[in-house]
């Protein structure tokens, strides 16, 4: 059971990373080309959003297991 909750964090933390990486990139992008930051990144913040949501999510699902397991 441990092992769906570990991969799906892990798959958080990767989507977090990626979110960073493009959100910085994309920011970059935005920098040279003058458009507008707001428009633009609306998919990258709520990439990033999700990203920590779902690690919230696993580390809760964690600890709600180990309480049902301990009591």
Do not use: H, R
């Not at 994309?26 to 990033?48: H, P, R």
């Not at 999700?50 to 999510?57: E, K």
């Amino acid at each position: 059971m441990y092992n769906y909750v570990w991969l799906s964090a892990g798959m958080g933390v990767l989507a977090l990373v990626l979110a960073i990486f493009f959100l910085v990139k994309d920011l970059s992008f935005c920098e040279q080309t003058q458009q507008k930051k707001v428009t633009y990144l609306i998919a990258n913040w709520g990439m990033f959003l999700l990203a920590i949501i779902w690690i919230g999510l696993s580390i809760s699902l964690y600890i709600l297991i180990q309480n049902q397991l301990n009591g």
